[in-house]
């Protein structure tokens, strides 16, 4: 009953499971396709709390070795989505974000960071598998995100301004084909 519970509300971050399923078991819960479930597998929270707050100075590493600072995405909109491979509703999502990026070239930046922890080969097979064409591999070994927005849920998804200034943030899955999403980006990529 557990795994049911966390995929209809999420992923708790603090207490993931004692050990991780692999990729193939998201697989089957990815083969809804995005509209075909209806938003009922979707039901993140919208919360503008943290809205003005500026963007953490935090390094990540792709399973390249590449570095990337959260401070360099300053000067366009970015949207951060916190994932995991053993998070059903977080890899339900990837597909949609990885889209979400497409529609928006040179307007939006998508960067997925995984909470994976010392598991870089799940990260890159998944990617792999999936064959994103919009999404790169960041990780964040340390969790260092997922403590400084301490939502305690995955996915979370935080929408910052050309400025680094946060938006707002996505507690939870959510469907980013939607209408919602278009109106929920609109201010920040101009209508």
């Not at 795994?3 to 499971?17: K, W």
């Not at 995005?34 to 709390?49: H, R, W």
């Not at 949207?79 to 053993?86: F, G, K, P, S």
């Given at each position: 009953m557990l795994?049911?519970?966390?995929?209809?509300?999420?992923?708790?971050?603090?207490?993931?499971?004692p050990s991780q399923p692999s990729s193939g078991a998201a697989t089957e819960e990815s083969a809804q396709a995005?509209?075909?479930?209806?938003?009922?597998?979707?039901?993140?929270?919208?919360?503008?709390?943290n809205r003005g707050a500026a963007m953490p100075d935090f390094a990540f590493q792709d399973t390249a070795g590449r570095t990337l600072r959260s401070a360099?995405?300053?000067?366009?909109?970015?949207?951060?989505?916190?994932?995991?491979?053993?998070?059903?509703?977080?890899v339900l999502e990837m597909p949609m974000l990885d889209a979400l990026a497409g529609k928006y070239p040179g307007k939006?930046?998508?960067?997925?960071?995984?909470?994976?922890m010392s598991q870089p080969e799940k990260v890159k097979a998944l990617f792999a598998e999936k064959k994103f064409a919009h999404l790169e591999t960041w990780l964040d070994p340390e969790n260092q995100l997922g403590f400084h927005y301490n939502t305690g849920m995955l996915p979370t998804s935080v929408l910052y301004d050309a400025q680094g200034?946060?938006?707002?943030?996505?507690?939870?899955?959510h469907d980013w084909s939607s209408a919602r999403t278009t109106a929920l980006l609109g201010d920040v990529l101009g209508g």
């Open positions: 795994p049911l519970a966390l995929g209809i509300a999420g992923c708790d971050r603090q207490s993931p499971p995005p509209g075909q479930g209806g938003e009922q597998g979707f039901n993140g929270t919208l919360d503008i709390a360099e995405l300053k000067g366009k909109p970015v949207l951060v989505n916190l994932w995991a491979t053993w998070c059903g509703p977080c939006l930046r998508v960067v997925t960071i995984s909470q994976d200034r946060e938006v707002w943030r996505m507690i939870g899955s």
